[in-house]
T-cell receptor, first 110, second 113 residues
Framework: SQQGEEDPQALSIQEGENATMNCSYK?????LQWYRQNSGRGLVHLIL?????REKHSGRLRVTLDTSKKSSSLLITASRAADTASYFC??????????FGKGTMLLVSP | DAGITQSPRHKVTETGTPVTLRCHQT?????MYWYRQDPGHGLRLIHY???????DKGEVSDGYSVSRSKTEDFLLTLESATSSQTSVYFC????????????FGEGSWLTVV
């Protein structure tokens, strides 16, 4: 069963706009990760945030984690057409393996 | 790109036939995983390995078996393929099982007719 659930399922924006995706989960976690998948390709790791961290940045990506609300958000600033992809959150709990959500499909139009 | 090679990349097979998918890595990572990806379900873990000959079941292991006789190779076998096993299968690797990035292969598209 899915631990993380992304919201929205699909997001359509214009180039230059910011894109925000959210992930909610059910049980306590060790860390939460975000991955990106271009159509027909494998997933690529974007960023990992540990349970004792509240915010991390990587280039145009900003991830926040609120463990009290069991939620995370991924912000992509100044989106580009090349950011068009599906984005997945994945949670790690206890000694278990990563559990992935169903993903958010992001479409960035030129 | 992480050194992960999946084969075959595309396969069509008939119901009831056995199928083996191979994952080969050149990174010497200890952990290897097999996921399946289906519309509406995201990625689900089938089996994983934490060392040579050490494997464990994931969320959707029924109908699948795995073997790992060498660090670099992780095989996924569908003993008797069914239409419900039509999916995209991804192999992934990581250096440890906790708190580490997972690197994915490019996927194997399997159609069972």
């Amino acid at each position: 069963s899915q631990q993380g659930e992304e919201d929205p399922q699909a997001l359509s924006i214009q180039e230059g706009e910011n894109a925000t995706m959210n992930c909610s989960y059910k049980t306590s976690i060790n860390n939460l990760q975000w991955y990106r998948q271009n159509s027909g390709r494998g997933l690529v790791h974007l960023i990992l945030i540990r349970s004792n961290e509240r915010e991390k940045h990587s280039g145009r990506l900003r991830v926040t984690l609120d463990t009290s609300k069991k939620s995370s958000s991924l912000l992509i600033t100044a989106s580009r057409a090349a950011d068009t992809a599906s984005y997945f959150c994945a949670t790690e709990s206890g000694y278990s393996t990563l559990t992935f959500g169903k993903g958010t499909m992001l479409l960035v139009s030129p | 790109d992480a050194g992960i090679t999946q084969s075959p990349r595309h396969k069509v097979t008939e119901t009831g036939t056995p199928v083996t998918l191979r994952c080969h890595q050149t990174e010497n990572h200890r952990y290897m995983y097999w996921y399946r990806q289906d519309p509406g379900h995201g990625l689900r873990l089938i089996h994983y390995s934490y060392g040579v000959k050490d494997t464990d079941k994931g969320e959707v292991s029924d109908g699948y078996s795995v073997s790992r006789s060498k660090t670099e190779d992780f095989l996924l076998t569908l003993e008797s393929a069914t239409s419900s096993q039509t999916s995209v299968y991804f192999c992934a690797i990581s250096s440890s099982g906790q708190g580490n990035t997972i690197y994915f292969g490019e996927g194997s598209w399997l159609t069972v007719v």
